[in-house]
């Protein structure tokens, strides 16, 4: 990789096409961002979780966004760790100030957007783990996820929105936990970015859902959380890979 050359994304969508009947239609297409109008948003990548299954499958996978999140730093993508409800652990930290520093926008109405049903019925919390309640068992973001000084740490949609202007940032990619749920509605995260202009796309191998195979539809984890990343490429924005930024 070479330092601020151009990111080299293939980003991937489906939309509806009429061939004799409708069906959904995959299509990939490459786009290069320039690092510095660039970011990526690691969304609730907390330290533990109220349901062990959710909390073993975060354990897995947050060296992986660590070694991404590395390689985009490299390339001059600002980094923003939201790790919402646990912001104050990090007070006094210069990630946490450089959030701060920033002339505070107001951030535009949202644009209108169609917000069909998720393929999942995630209504019991989505435990596959057997635990029935919720209850708050973070305390910071995830030990295996470093946070450097040059990055940002801010779970206020107010405040990245304020951020990413003031960096002249265009493009977001977006990872984290959980799908379905945080990644998708934060007042930071997929749903809102969209509506307020931003270019947007999920690190789909960098995620996970809340999803129990024992509610609709009566799949796997792993194929809830599949139907989760094809709805959001069919009706919010595209997704890429991590291999596009640590290949």
């Known amino acids: 990789m070479v330092g601020g050359s151009d990111l080299r994304l293939t980003l991937r969508r489906q939309s509806p096409k009429k ?31 109220w349901s062990r299954g959710a909390a073993e499958r975060v354990n897995a996978l947050a060296p992986r966004i ?14 923003v760790h939201a790790p919402s409800d646990v912001v104050a652990y990090y007070g006094g930290h210069p990630a946490r100030a450089r959030a701060l520093d920033v002339p505070q926008l107001e951030p535009p109405e949202l644009a209108p957007h169609d917000d069909p049903p998720l393929p999942i019925d995630d209504s019991d919390g989505g435990s596959d783990t057997g635990e029935p309640t919720w209850h708050h068992a973070w305390t910071r973001q995830h030990a295996a996820v470093e946070i450097r000084d040059q990055d940002a740490i ?25 799908t379905n749920m945080c ?65």
């Open 154 to 178: 801010t779970a206020d949609g107010r405040e990245i929105y304020s951020l990413l202007r003031a960096r002249g940032v265009g493009h977001v990619l977006v990872c984290g936990v959980h």
């Open 183 to 247: 990644v998708l509605n934060r007042p930071f995260a997929i749903k809102r970015l969209v509506r307020w202009g931003f270019d947007v796309a999920l690190l789909r191998d960098l995620t996970d859902s809340m999803y129990n195979p024992l509610m609709r539809p009566y799949v796997s984890h792993a194929e809830g959380t599949r139907l989760v990343v094809e709805y959001i490429e069919k009706f919010w924005c595209a997704t890429a890979t991590s291999d596009d930024l640590t290949h």
């Open 19 to 49: 061939t004799g009947w409708v069906d959904w239609v995959v299509s990939e297409h490459e786009v290069r961002w320039p690092p510095s109008e660039a970011a990526l948003i690691a969304v609730d990548v907390w330290d533990s979780h």
């Open 66 to 79: 660590d070694a991404t999140i590395r390689a985009a730093r490299e390339r001059g993508v600002l980094i």
